[in-house]
């Protein structure tokens, strides 16, 4: 026996089975259903038109340009230091033997010199004849080297593989910049954020900008250049750091006092969580160290030195705290590559390692900090844009900025400030 019609109302036999639907349908409703699904395509066809159109409306020549144009420099660059080289080991093999003639030219001519004044005043000694036989002695012995030396060339592939030169997709999906705030010539770039506000040093004072992007206050800053800021909420104010000094700055009262400590340190960088501050060291080979804040006077609790805080060629650019974690920023001098570490805290054992990339300036300082989700974003100072990288350490994508970025740093939950060679921007964290 049929089945009745599935459509409400319709007193019709259902005469097929719809498999996309799996209903019983009449032949009228079957007819209905199949019209509407076709109707459907329709939009399709159109959409995909827009598609196609705006696919040949797509234009990267001038992305293509720029990268060709910069190929070309780096061509250049490269010609250029090959001759430099060339000329400087040219003048050195010339060099090698001249030196080396010349000298024992030189000693001839003196001991040359020395005999003919011996024969000339006839009152010749035994010493003299003793002296003379051993400066002839040690001349042989020199020129017997000379003629027993051969010279010769090792030279390294300049290009060892093609990761020399890598392709970067870059994504721009930053928001608009929300205010820019001039930075004039000798401004520090070190910023840090409390829970109120973000402080920076505006030359010639430290410049506190509440959450509506105004400064709310200035503090003269009369002391050394700043290295580094960071905020202590153990203390309830900002930490700054120079070469060599330590320092408290109070919003609140408007005071700036020293943080004193024993032993001779530099300082390049430095990060907070409740009542430990961790430091780096400007010096190859850098320690990490960390002070208790809890009570003057403060003391180094704990210290990490190579090979445990970097290598002895390295250095680290930044140390910023998150979630009981360290990320460490190193360059390495000799291989000159850059990677981001995250350590833990309490041991500095290596929780994940990402090599960042190759780097020519080796003055360039890489700068990070920490976003949504336990994400970093690095400022990359070779090319104008910031690197994101996940929690786990996967490079997620390259992003896009139209100047280079100096230093990075959250304001709030929804804020990021981007510090570059003139200005301070805030963008939209998305």
């Known amino acids: 026996m049929s089945q009745p019609c599935a459509v409400d109302n319709c007193k019709r036999a259902s005469r ?3 498999h996309c639907c799996q209903q019983n349908l009449c032949l009228s409703h079957l007819s209905e259903h199949d019209d509407v699904l076709n109707s459907q395509l329709n939009p399709f066809v159109d959409e995909i038109n827009l598609l196609s159109e705006r696919l040949k409306k797509l234009n990267f020549h001038e992305s293509i340009n720029q990268c060709r144009l910069e190929l070309e420099q780096w061509r250049l660059d490269v010609h250029t230091k090959i001759d430099q080289t060339y000329e400087e080991k040219c003048r050195e093999l010339d060099n090698f033997f001249t030196n080396r003639l010349n000298e024992q030219e030189k000693n001839i001519a ?8 011996l024969i000339r005043e006839q009152e010749v000694i035994k010493e003299d004849i003793e002296l003379t036989q051993s400066m002839i002695s040690n001349i042989k012995k020199e020129l017997n080297k000379i003629e027993r030396t051969v010279l010769r060339i090792h030279v390294r592939p300049l290009m060892e593989n093609a990761t020399m030169i890598q392709l970067q997709e870059v994504s721009e999906n930053l928001s608009t910049t929300l205010k820019s705030i001039e930075y004039p010539p000798g401004s520090s770039g070190a910023l840090a954020e409390s829970d109120q506000s973000l402080l920076i040093h505006q030359k010639p004072n430290l410049c506190f900008i509440n959450r509506d992007l105004e400064i709310t206050k200035k503090l003269l800053w009369s002391y050394d250049d700043i290295r580094d800021i960071c905020w202590s909420s153990a203390l309830n104010q900002f930490i700054v750091v120079t070469r060599s000094k330590i320092y408290r700055v109070d919003e609140n009262n408007a005071n700036i006092d020293t943080i004193e400590i024993t032993g001779n340190y530099k300082w390049f960088s430095c990060t907070c969580f409740h009542n430990k501050l961790f430091l780096s060291t400007a010096e190859l080979g850098s320690s990490i160290v960390e002070i208790d804040l809890v009570q003057p006077p403060y003391i180094v609790s704990k210290k990490w030195e190579t090979p445990i805080s970097c290598g002895k060629y390295e250095c680290i650019d930044t140390i910023v705290f998150n979630d009981k974690s360290l990320c460490l920023i190193i360059m390495n001098k000799v291989k000159k590559t850059v990677r981001l570490e995250l350590r833990s805290s309490q041991t500095m054992v ?40 996940t929690a786990d350490g996967q490079i997620k994508q390259t992003i896009g900025y139209n100047s280079f970025a100096h230093r990075i740093a959250t304001f709030g939950t929804n804020m990021l400030a981007i510090v570059t060679s003139t200005r301070l921007k805030f963008h939209k964290l998305s």
Not at 364 to 371: E, H
């Open 16 to 18: 097929a089975l719809c």
């Open 350 to 389: 290596c929780l994940w390692t990402t090599l960042l990339q190759a780097v020519d300036d080796l003055d360039l300082a890489f700068r990070c900090c920490s976003i949504n989700n336990n994400e970093w974003l690095v400022t990359n100072r070779q090319s104008k844009s910031l690197v994101h990288i």
């Open 110 to 117: 003196e001991i040359r010199s020395k005999v003919a004044h």
